[in-house]
């Protein structure tokens, strides 16, 4: 079949509300589709996406699947018709700052495009949705402005999905209780061991030859593998026998071409993250530790050091200063929890440290003070105010509703946990029950899903029989959700809530990316400002050979370089802002121009370095969010193929159960 047919029929099922059918066509043939096919398919699985959010009443579920819908759209010519509105009403679950401010771009953009001329003719057409973007733009400014973040509305425990019970087939498993009640030990636990060849022999006539392979590959991967649980990608149907391999799976296959390439910044180190927390943060007496390093430093060299902290400092008094200590440890050590510490930000910390003490640099290596964080207790209480005033720039939080994702997800996957234990016998001809269902509920879940092999004549000798928790769990529908059950292909297993999360890897991937823009930028115009400094150390050693009067100042010699028309733009925009920022320092009443230049040029390229570090910070939060989402993806992956037969192995049971009780 063409690429095209497939997406015709996945349109057909979309008319039809048969949205999961949809997505299944779709992510089949994924591998089918070429570049031009590609503004459909991303089209279709948005509107499936955003269908499947306008369906449900899980107000989680509805969020991941705008999210998912979003990414999609984004992906699409005038995809901000669709993607304004979807975040608006994101922004307006969860009162993220983040979605209003998304919704507004997108909505701003939507409007700006639909003025075009070429619309010119459809206006009326169009009247509608250019006043919802008007709405859009002026509630999330004003959200925006207020910053009324309102808490995300926990929604109540997500609604069990009513089953709708089949009244008769209880009403049989009922009147088979008492009968159960009445039998023999000794007959009960023959009821724990169920013949392979005769399940599959019924599953034949219940499910037919797709139920039969099914079942097949279920119990040859159990024998194979020793275990029932595993994680299956449902995008490509590979199996995977733990979780860090379909995670690797997930990243290199199918997240990969959206992951920036550009590394990702270092965060500090274990050791570091440790003394933080350790250290006791007391003032140091500066300038006698200076005063040591200048005269003593055969002495410093054999300071003890535990932990990157040393008790051989001379301490000093200091109430403000303990203080002022106390809050940079808090905000540091709440950076390191929450893993957005990068090795910049603390560079830019240290660099104070450097500053201050204003000795050799082989001095400062002996001191050991700017390895560890105790070369902070050595700052004055200014200082110490700057070095806070840089630390609170930095983001650490990120409302992004990660954590309704996370909820979402954990309660699809609390959906299809299992409690029964399910072995073998030696010759793995034989499947046998959970013992403990003889005598009473199994309660906790058994999330190893390990495969035993025992002797059925053993197992069972000394099991009594009590009760009738056997016949609840034959008629227990908690495990058979009708929407998905054994035939079903695998695929189709939470697979709407599997492409919404996907997308949503898919979008933090490009929030990050554009962060990596960002620095880049940052980074060119950092060199940018060096190569101005080396042009002035360039006119320093031209002025050597000549007299006073043949000088030309830093200015007219940058001014120069950008009038000879080979300087590139990068160049001309640091020279820029190197003489905007001296004419603001002139005002400040430094009078030497050239020492103005200079000054400018540190000035710049210090906020220039402190920005770097904060975006490294912002782009860690990023990847904190896509660790998490990929997280979710991989627990989304896993399947218990228990979970998957329950259905057939009960229909089996009771259908035996059923023909012994008319025997009597
Ligand atoms: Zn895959």
Redesign the pocket.
Known sequence: MEPSSFLKRAKDLFCKSEYIKALEIIEENINLFQRNDMVEVNYRQGSILKALAEETENMELEFIYMLGSVECFSRIPMGSVYTASLLFKMAEQTGADLYYKKSLNQAKDCLFRLRQPEFEDFASEFNSKIEELEYIIETSETRIAVSKIRVWEQSKEPNEQEETKNSRFDSVVNGLRSYWMGLDVEIKRNFMKVITADLKANVKITDGKEGQQALEQILTYARKNGKWKLWI?R????RFSNPEECTN??EQ??VAEFKPKDMLPQRISDVWASQISVGGWEPVNAAAAVEMIKNQLEDVKKFSYENGWSKDWPLTVGEERSKLLKEIKQLLVLFCDVKILSCSIRDRVMDFVAKKLEVSEDSLTYSRLVETPQGICLLECHELSQVLAFLRRVKCERDDGTDVVRRAVDSFCNATRYREKLDFDSDFSTLLLDKRLLQGKVSRYDDEGTVNVFDPNVHYAKAHASGDDYMSWLSDYSSGHTSFRFPRPIRAHNLGIWVAVMRAVQFTCRSLATKYAKKSQLLDHETALSDVRKLCSSEDDRRKNLKTDEWKNYKSVLCDRCEDGDAAKTFSDAVGDVLNKSSELESENLSDEDVLVLESIKLLKSEVNNKVALIDSKILLIENTRISLLSDLTKLAVFDYRYYIHHPLRVFLLAHLMNRSNDR
């Open positions: 990608c995008t490509c149907l590979t799976h997930l296959e199918h």
